[in-house]
């Protein structure tokens, strides 16, 4: 597997692409990223990518691992990211339909 892209070279990418300066396609990520911070409270889209949303989880009773005392672990809200179906569609290998095997008959 690939190794993941790091953020100076997605940089890189955009700014030869669209014939920017590094620090101008820097400065378009770090806008872009505390637009999406601001925003998430009302659910961000980056369109055909995902959206970022926040959800709220229940209490629950869960376990400490080194002791094994059960505990309460508090309601709380997370942030997660749903991923578009275009992007899904895009990244993953469409799966083919199972054939259907004729069943023997006596």
């Known amino acids: ?26 400065a378009v990520f770090e806008e872009m ?6 925003e998430a409270k009302n659910s961000f889209t980056l369109p055909g990518i995902g959206k970022l949303v926040l959800v709220d989880r229940k209490a629950r009773l869960g376990r400490n691992p080194k002791t094994g005392e059960t505990i309460q672990i508090p309601a709380k809200t997370v942030v997660k990211f ?6 899904k569609e895009a990244v993953l290998p469409k799966k083919a339909a199972p054939k259907m095997v004729p069943t023997p008959t006596m």
């Open 82 to 87: 749903r991923f578009a179906k275009a992007c």
């Open 33 to 38: 990223a505390r637009l999406a911070y601001k």
């Open 1 to 26: 597997m690939a190794k993941a892209m790091s953020k100076a070279q997605i940089v890189a990418h955009f700014a030869k692409k669209f014939d920017l300066k590094k620090k101008v396609a820097a």
